[in-house]
C-alpha cells in the first residue's frame, strides 16, 4: 500500500475542499435529485402563465433533455433497465409544455413509444406525478386521494393522526388531499393535450387503490361538514394554516420545493392570483433552491455538507483554529435552531436545539444533521458559557430523539401505528413514516463514543446496540435506509457498534466484514445498485463508486488491527475511482424516496473519501 500516494490524495482533496468553501464558510454543492422537481416546476410555471421566466424555462428544459436515453426514456438512475415511466412522463409533459418542443420533435416521438410501451399513462404509481398530471386536467383525479379533510383535520377523532406520518409526507399529502378533493384543475390556453398517451379513454390511474376508493366514497358520501358539529376554524381551514405555519423563511414549504409547488396550486384553488405576493415568494424560494441556474433541488444540503466536510478536513489534518474551519464553525452555530417545530408534538418539554439539513431550515430538525453539527462545532463550545450552553442545547435534542426501541429516527420520535396501505402509492411505506433506521441509528452511536466517549457499558447505549444487532441480515449484512444501501448500513453499524465498545472479533462485526469482502468487486473496490433500495436485497452495480468504496474501507479499517490484501486493493480502487470521472462518480448512492428518487450529492465524492483515505493514513501509517 503507496503510504505516499494516500497522502497525496489527502492532500489534492483538501485543496479543492479549500477552494470550493463559500464565503460565509459554507460548502454549497449540488444535491441532484433527478429530472422530476425540474419537470414540476416547468409545469408550474406555465400553469401561473409566467411571462418572464423564458430564459429559467430553457435552461432547466435543456438540463431535462440532456438527460434523455437513446431509447427516448428517462432514467432515475443509470443502470435501470430500459427506463423509468414516471420519469419519462414528467420529462415528456414539461419540454412539451415549455414550448421549446413539439409532439412531433424525434425525441418526443420517442419518449412517447416508451411511456405507450410501458402501458400509457395510467400505468404511474407516484403520487405526486398523479396529482400533478390530474391538476393539469390531463388525468382523473383517483378517488383515493380525496380523503376527507376531517379524517386529518377534525377535533372530532375520526380518522389518521396527522402527525404519525412523517414531516415530509405530511407537507405533501395534505395540499394534494385539499386539490383533490376540490377536484382541482389548473387549466391554460397552451398546456398540451396528453390524453394520447393513455391506452383508454377513462384517464384513470390503475393503482387507484379499490379499497381505499370505496372507503374514500363512502365516508364522502356522508356528508361529514354536515352530519358534525360546526367546527370553528373549519378542516380546510386548518389544513391552510397548517401549511402557512411550515413556510420558511425563503418562501419555501419545510424547505421541500416539491411540497412548496404542491402549496401553489393550493393557493390558486383558493382563489390566489398567480401574481399575488405570496405565489411570488414561493416562486423565489425554489428558485433560491436551484443549483446552476439549471436543476431544482428537491432541498439544499449545506448544513449537512459543511458539517461532514468540516469533520472529513479535521480528520484529514485541517486544525480547528484555521481561518477556514473557524469561518465554518462561525456559519453552523448560526444554523442552531430555536424554533419548536413538530417534532415537538412527540418530544414535549425538550428545548428547541437541532439542526435541519438546509440552509433555511428553521422548523424542520433532524437528527444526523444535528449529531454532524454537534461534532463540527465541538472545538469552539467551550469557548464560552453561552456557547458551551448551545451545544449541550443541541446534544439534548439528539438524545432525546431516541425511540423506545433504542433506535433513532431521522426527524420525529416514532408514533402510533399507521395502516401504510392507507395510501396506494409506491414507496408508501418508507415516505410516509419516520422510524429508527440503522445507519443513522449507528452514526448517532459513532458520534456518542467518539465524541463523548460513551460506551457498552451503559445500559442505555446497551439497548440501541441490542436494536442494532437485531437489525443484522443473516447474511451479516444491515439494510441502511438513506445511502444505498446495503453497503451503506453495514459500514455504518460497525463503526457504529466498535466505537461504542464492541469487540473487532465480536460475530456480528465479523459477520459483517466478511459479507462486505464477499461484495467486493474484481478491481478492488464496491459498487451496489438503487435496485437493493427497492427490492430490499443486495443488488451488485457491478462497477465500483467512491463513496460506496469509501463505505466499505471505513468499515474494514475500524475491524482490521493492520492492513490486509483486501483492504489494499480497495484503497487502490478508490484512488482510481476519483479519478475516473464517468456514469459511477455521479452514481445516485444517497436513498431520498425509494423506487421514486436518488440522489447524487456531489459531496460524497469529498467526504467519504477523505474520511476513507485518513483513516487508513491514521491507523497504518
Known amino acids: 500500500m503507496d503510504m505516499n500516494r494516500i497522502r497525496e490524495r489527502i492532500e489534492q482533496l483538501k485543496h479543492e475542499l479549500l477552494q470550493l468553501q463559500s464565503t460565509d464558510g459554507s460548502w454549497r454543492l449540488c444535491f441532484d435529485s433527478g429530472t422530476m422537481p425540474d419537470s414540476y416546476f416547468i409545469v408550474i410555471l406555465r400553469m401561473l402563465g409566467y411571462k418572464d421566466e423564458e430564459v429559467l424555462i430553457r435552461s432547466i428544459a435543456e438540463r431535462i433533455l440532456s438527460k434523455q436515453q437513446p431509447n427516448g426514456a428517462w432514467k432515475i438512475y443509470p443502470d435501470e433497465e430500459d427506463g423509468n415511466l414516471d420519469a419519462t412522463a414528467e420529462a415528456y409533459f414539461a419540454l412539451l409544455y415549455s414550448g421549446y418542443m413539439r409532439k412531433l420533435d424525434p425525441r418526443l416521438q420517442l419518449a412517447k413509444q416508451f411511456i405507450l410501451r410501458q402501458g400509457g399513462l395510467a400505468k404511474i404509481r407516484s403520487l405526486l406525478t398523479q396529482a400533478l398530471l390530474a391538476a393539469a386536467g390531463q388525468a382523473t383525479w383517483p378517488k383515493s386521494m380525496r380523503i376527507p379533510l376531517e379524517v386529518f383535520f377534525s377535533e ?246 431516541r425511540n423506545d426501541n433504542g433506535g433513532w429516527p431521522a426527524f420525529e420520535r416514532e408514533g402510533s401505528w399507521l395502516p401504510i396501505s392507507f395510501f396506494a402509492f409506491d414507496g408508501a411505506k418508507d415516505i410516509a413514516v419516520d422510524p429508527s433506521t440503522v445507519d443513522l441509528t449507528s452514526r448517532t452511536l459513532q458520534f456518542l463514543g467518539e465524541e463523548l466517549g460513551m460506551n457498552i457499558s451503559s445500559n442505555w447505549i446497551e439497548s440501541t446496540i441490542r436494536w442494532v444487532l437485531s437489525q443484522q441480515e443473516k447474511n451479516g449484512s444491515w439494510y441502511g435506509r438513506w445511502g444505498i444501501t446495503y453497503i451503506h448500513g453495514t459500514s455504518a453499524a460497525i463503526q457504529g457498534l466498535i466505537a461504542v465498545g464492541m469487540a473487532e472479533d465480536h460475530p456480528a462485526i465479523k459477520k459483517g466484514i466478511d459479507w462486505l469482502l464477499q461484495v467486493q468487486n474484481e478491481d478492488g473496490g464496491w459498487g451496489e445498485s438503487c435496485i437493493s433500495d427497492k427490492v430490499r436485497r443486495y443488488v451488485p452495480l457491478n462497477h465500483s463508486t467512491p463513496s460506496q468504496t469509501a463505505w466499505a474501507l471505513d468499515a474494514l479499517t475500524a475491524a482490521l488491527p493492520k492492513p490486509t490484501p483486501a483492504l489494499e486493493r480497495g484503497v487502490e480502487a478508490l484512488l482510481q475511482s476519483l479519478d475516473r470521472h464517468d456514469w459511477t462518480y455521479t452514481y445516485p448512492t444517497g436513498g431520498a424516496l425509494p423506487g421514486s428518487v436518488y440522489v447524487h450529492y456531489a459531496s460524497n465524492n469529498y467526504i467519504w473519501p477523505l474520511l476513507a483515505l485518513s483513516n487508513v493514513w491514521l491507523k497504518y501509517i
Open 156 to 401: 372530532h377523532g375520526l380518522g389518521i393522526d396527522l402527525f404519525s406520518l412523517s414531516g415530509h409526507a405530511r407537507v405533501h399529502i395534505v395540499p394534494i388531499i385539499m386539490l383533490a378533493n376540490a377536484g382541482f384543475v389548473q387549466a391554460s390556453s397552451t398546456m398540451p393535450d396528453l390524453s394520447d398517451l393513455f391506452t383508454s379513454s377513462s384517464k384513470k390511474f390503475e393503482n387507484d387503490s379499490p379499497w381505499i376508493a370505496a372507503l374514500a366514497t363512502l365516508v364522502g358520501s356522508l356528508s361529514l361538514s354536515e352530519l358534525l358539529p360546526f367546527e370553528s376554524p373549519t378542516p380546510q381551514e386548518k389544513a391552510v394554516q397548517f401549511l402557512f405555519d411550515r413556510i420558511e423563511p425563503n418562501g419555501t414549504l419545510l424547505t421541500y420545493t416539491t411540497a412548496t409547488m404542491f402549496m401553489i396550486l393550493t393557493l390558486l384553488m383558493l382563489g390566489y392570483s398567480p401574481s399575488s405576493p405570496m405565489i411570488h415568494r414561493m416562486i423565489t424560494g425554489i428558485r433560491s433552491v436551484m443549483c446552476a441556474n439549471s436543476h431544482v433541488q428537491i432541498a439544499s444540503s449545506e448544513v449537512w455538507d459543511t458539517a461532514m466536510l468540516v469533520h472529513a478536513l479535521r480528520k484529514a489534518g485541517v486544525s480547528p483554529t484555521s481561518s477556514a474551519l473557524e469561518l465554518s464553525g462561525s456559519y453552523l452555530r448560526m444554523r442552531q435552531q430555536n424554533l419548536r417545530g413538530d417534532w415537538d408534538i412527540r418530544n414535549p418539554n425538550t428545548p428547541a436545539g437541532g439542526w435541519g439539513f438546509s440552509d433555511v431550515n428553521t422548523l424542520y430538525p433532524d437528527v444526523d444533521d444535528t449529531t454532524a453539527a454537534l461534532r463540527a462545532i465541538r472545538p469552539y463550545s467551550l469557548r464560552s458559557p453561552e456557547l458551551q450552553a448551545d451545544w449541550q442545547r443541541g446534544l439534548n435534542w439528539a438524545l432525546t430523539m
